[in-house]
């Protein structure tokens, strides 16, 4: 059984240019989450959508991101217009169909670099 | 919101010492995760834990919820066993996981 993927695992991008993140849940998982981690801290949650669905967005910046995740492909996290305090490592999360505390299972990160 | 709160927030170990790990929490969870980042960032899954014991291998890890707090129990580390230690918990309105500082933990040889 794959376990959560995401792609790319690297991306280098010049200020200003769009960056997009894609993730794809384990087998049987809709609901997904994505993370952030800035340098030497820790992760913070940006946003959590099920199919077609955003549930929770309270971790997302006002301007410039976006997330949707599909009813088919996988859950796509956006950046317009990126600048150099966008640098981090974006981790997303998928556990079970259904509510209620289930573990969350994470992808490998993608690392966003802005030169 | 929820706070969580971990220490030591360093811990340097020679290999083969025991080590515990312990993260605090102000309010009811209904899921407490903890994780390794390795040296090369990955996030592993250690353990699955909102109450009660588990042990896996050298690993084990104790939640006792009404007193809100959770404890990883590392023995005989060893090298492999360095980076960042996180512990990450939801609570019962929402399904986000909120993470603690970690702990960075060094085994020398």
């Known amino acids: 059984n794959a376990g959560v993927m995401q792609n790319p695992r690297h991306l280098v991008r010049r200020r200003g240019q769009e960056a997009r993140l894609r993730c794809s849940p384990m087998k049987g998982h809709s609901h997904v989450y994505w993370y952030r981690q800035l340098p030497e801290e820790g992760l913070k949650f940006m946003v959590y959508?099920?199919?077609?669905?955003?549930?929770?967005e309270s971790g997302m910046p006002k301007e410039r991101f976006s997330a949707e995740f599909p009813k088919e492909g996988p859950s796509i996290l956006r950046i317009q217009q990126v600048v150099r305090g966008d640098s981090a490592a974006y981790f997303c999360?998928?556990?079970?169909?259904?509510?209620?505390?289930?573990?969350?299972?994470f992808g490998p990160g993608t690392r966003l670099t802005v030169t | 919101g929820i706070q969580v709160e971990q220490s030591p927030p360093d811990l340097i170990l020679q290999e083969g010492a025991n080590s515990t790990l312990r993260c605090n929490f102000s309010?009811?969870?209904?899921?407490l995760q903890w994780f390794h980042q390795n040296p090369w960032g990955q996030l592993i899954n250690l353990f699955y834990i909102p109450s009660g014991t588990k042990q896996n291998g050298r690993l084990s890890a104790t939640t006792v919820a009404t007193e809100r707090y959770s404890l990883l129990y590392i023995s005989s580390s060893q090298t492999t066993d360095s980076g960042v230690y996180f512990c990450?918990?939801?609570?019962?309105?929402?399904?986000?996981?909120?993470f603690g500082t970690g702990t960075r933990l060094q085994v020398f040889p």
């Open positions: 999360a998928s556990s079970p169909p259904w509510q209620g505390g289930y573990e969350q299972y």
């Open positions: 309010d009811s969870v209904n899921n």
């Open positions: 959508l099920q199919k077609e669905n955003i549930i929770d």
């Open positions: 990450a918990v939801g609570s019962y309105n929402t399904d986000k996981l909120i």
